[in-house]
């Protein structure tokens, strides 16, 4: 299968630069004393100041619950005015309030997409195992298109579909769309679009999905004095040997996770107890990638956190100063798409993004909503990936690609924060983005 990859359109709709939070006049009381939680049933935008001209810092989205610390004055708002939050303020003018609690989103759909190892059974068959009764929420959506004989076909409903309906349309074939939700009905699993189309299961390719992830580093994890955190790269596997060049002990899948040390050989790493209790295994530096953090970029605090990406290895490391406390493999830009190096902040944070190519583009695409994007730099961001699975190895069109539960680790270690039952923030003066480091 070949691997694409995207170029991020920019964070997505955010709006203008960041600026810092102010608190509203000394003369304008707030008009409640507790906070309280809201609902919208359109999104909402969140602004640095309690005016409609001020910057934005985030949105939420319909229909979710969020937090209003207070009630304040401001202006051009109607109704119960404007709500302080979290790092920001917002119109309440067509909320209300309701007795629910706020999430962290997104909202997972459970859904068990093929995995990597069942891609070719599922190109051959059609198919592949699936207990509906036993997903997994591993995406905010079901991610699929239509490719050879998965032609797409969308019916205007659930019931125009189980009716016998005519379809009304096809997916385009340069499109990855997201569906909402997996529906069992009485003709089978159907997918739900946003604005309530379906597509049968059996009528579209469904992305397999890597469940992949990185290695954690601390507590009981943390590395050994000496010791190093690797990955096996080829796809094919890695021979796991009795000596340097000796027997082959074992053959280790692709992604395959080890801890080794140096040898005397420079072209081998031994891993402690690999063919059993007191039996180290060996294998060749050359198909490994491996963790190799630098120590932190000039004037970051020692107990910072922040991200340092080894593009050579193609390994992200999110440290605490210099110790890495989480590691794993990532696809950043092919050659003739370098992911810029240098030392950056996370400009913002958004659950979930369209991605599409500039008009003009040699490879024309359009990806809808990619999740977990951190922008650090405009249209250049790290993100989740579900459209391929070489992690280790180049991919993208200079983002970082990430697998899903590695794409939502970072997205939840790094700042700016995301209040729960916000979509999107933009880190500001007084909560800045994280540090990354591209080298």
């Known amino acids: 299968m070949s691997v694409l990859a995207l170029l991020v359109l920019g964070p997505p709709a955010l709006g203008a630069a960041p600026a810092a939070a102010v608190e509203p006049p000394a003369s304008e009381e707030p008009t409640n004393p507790r906070p309280e939680v809201r609902r919208s049933p359109v999104e909402l935008r969140v602004r640095s100041l309690p005016t409609p001209t001020a910057p934005l810092r985030g949105r939420i989205p319909p229909n979710e619950p969020f937090t209003v610390l207070m009630r304040v004055g401001g202006e051009r708002c109607a109704g119960d005015g404007w709500g302080m939050l979290q790092g920001g303020y917002t119109c309440l003018a067509k909320t209300q309030v309701v007795d629910e609690t706020p999430v962290a989103l997104p909202r997972l759909v459970p859904f068990d997409p093929p995995t990597p190892e069942e891609y070719r059974a599922y190109v051959r068959d059609g198919t592949w195992p699936r207990d509906p009764d036993t997903t997994e929420a591993l995406l905010p959506f079901v991610y699929g298109k239509a490719w050879r004989h998965w ?78 955190q690797a990955w ?161 190895s180049r991919a993208s069109h200079g983002c970082v690609n990430l697998a899903p539960l590695d794409a939502r680790r970072i997205f939840d270690a790094i700042q700016p924060r995301l209040p729960d039952g916000w979509s999107s923030v933009i880190a500001g003066p007084d909560e800045p983005g994280t540090t990354v480091r591209i080298r």
């Open 151 to 228: 032609a797409g076909t969308n019916y205007a409903s659930l019931e125009a579909w189980e009716r016998g309906d005519p379809p009304v349309a096809t997916l385009d074939a340069d499109h990855k769309y997201h569906f909402v939700a997996a529906v069992e009905a009485a003709r089978g699993t159907a997918l739900v679009r946003d604005d309530g189309r379906v597509v049968p299961l059996a009528d579209a390719f469904i992305y397999p999905v890597s469940r992949f992830h990185g290695a954690e580093l601390t507590g009981a994890d943390a590395l050994a004095p000496g010791e190093m």
């Open 232 to 392: 096996v790269l080829p796809y094919g596997g890695a021979n796991l040997r009795e000596a340097p060049n000796g027997a082959v002990g074992l053959v280790l899948p692709h992604q395959t996770p080890l801890r080794v040390v140096p040898t005397a050989n420079p072209r081998w790493v031994e891993a402690p107890d690999a063919l059993g209790p007191d039996v180290p295994g060996y294998v060749a530096v050359s198909v490994l990638r491996f963790a190799r953090p630098r120590a932190r970029p000039v004037g970051l605090a020692p107990d910072a956190v922040w991200v340092d990406i080894d593009v050579s290895e193609q390994v992200l490391m999110l440290m605490l100063g210099d110790t890495p406390i989480f590691a794993t493999l990532v696809s950043t830009g092919l050659v003739e798409r370098d992911t810029p190096p240098g030392v950056y902040q996370m400009l913002d944070k958004t659950i979930h993004g369209d991605m599409a190519s500039l008009p003009d583009a040699e490879e024309p695409y359009h990806v809808e909503s990619v999740p977990w994007v951190m922008h650090f730099r405009p249209r250049y961001a790290l993100h989740g990936v579900f459209w391929h699975w070489g992690f280790g």
